[in-house]
């Protein structure tokens, strides 16, 4: 029996967060600020392995896997079972609840075996519950987490998910501001676009030279992973709706978008999945929810940036003239702009490659 140090209320949920605000606020590279937190959280919360992701803000695909106690391999499973198969307390599902985290435990009422992923990976594994996250802030979803526990362990306690639930907040407004920029767009401006084509059972079956070095890049912390994990899921959500895209970052700070669509014309045959470096237009919707702006504001902002009046856009989304300008002196702020013609150039220049 393993023995361990519980939550005790209170006072952990706010030493935690303590913690966790001084590590984000040396804004560390991403596998170190999950190392990180892996650390600080492992008896805080009880688990015995964690996988930490992050995602295309927009979509909320997950695009890296950071994993602890786990062999990344098994991602290709638990990337088919989150999206090829209609489970309890998904991703998806946690963040349609309105909550930030919950247990398997919790949301099965205890009876964890109802659950596809209990019964085929997390109970072969020797795992008796999984408490998942979803680091969301500003109408951006950034990255999320599982934690898997051990099944002499007992499932999560009431006071663990509360902590999870808070740490979960206060992990998504951290990650939102989290973008580390790069000198240049390096090795992808140079290769890209690159083409990669996975099997039936997603294994990479062939690849240009593009492709290998940006497949060994996005690997770098995980190789044993072989196809990266932005590489499995668009491939995933393909083989449910013929297409699919996603935003991902580079090491490096590039950001690119994945394409993945059917070779074969049907959901069980090869997938090839297209690299490209992000446009601008790809790259702006990022850029506004990290500057924190609402769903409205981003409304008006990108109608802004294609150019249209306060009179367009008032007619266009439903508002008065005066309620677009109320907008608009939010957004100015929120971008620390003064003119529209500022904030055009400065979210074109923030998004371009060489800045990111």
Known sequence: MVVRRRANGGQAQQNVVAALADITAARPHFPDLFGQCTQLLRDVLGFDAACWHLNDPVTGLI?????DGLDPRGFAQAALLEFGRDDVATFAK?????????????????????SIRYREQLQPAGFGDELRANFDAQGGRWGCAAFMRAAD???YTPTELRIARQIARQLGTALRGMHHPAPDPGLEAELLPAAAVLGPRDELLAADPAAEALIAELNANQPQLGVPASFLVVAGRARRMQTARARVRSRRGTWLVLHASLLDGRADGRICVVATIASPAEIIPVALIGYGLTPREQEVALHVVRGR???????????????????LKTIFAKTSVRSRRELVAHLFAATAPETW
């Open 63 to 67: 695009t890296t896997i950071h994993s």
């Open 94 to 114: 946690i963040r349609s609840s309105g909550q930030p985290a919950e247990t398997l435990s919790n949301a099965t009422q205890g009876h964890v075996a109802r």
């Open 153 to 155: 362990r007992g499932p």
């Open 309 to 327: 009046s306060t009179n367009d856009i008032a007619r266009i989304l439903s508002l008065t003239n005066l309620t677009v300008q109320d907008h």
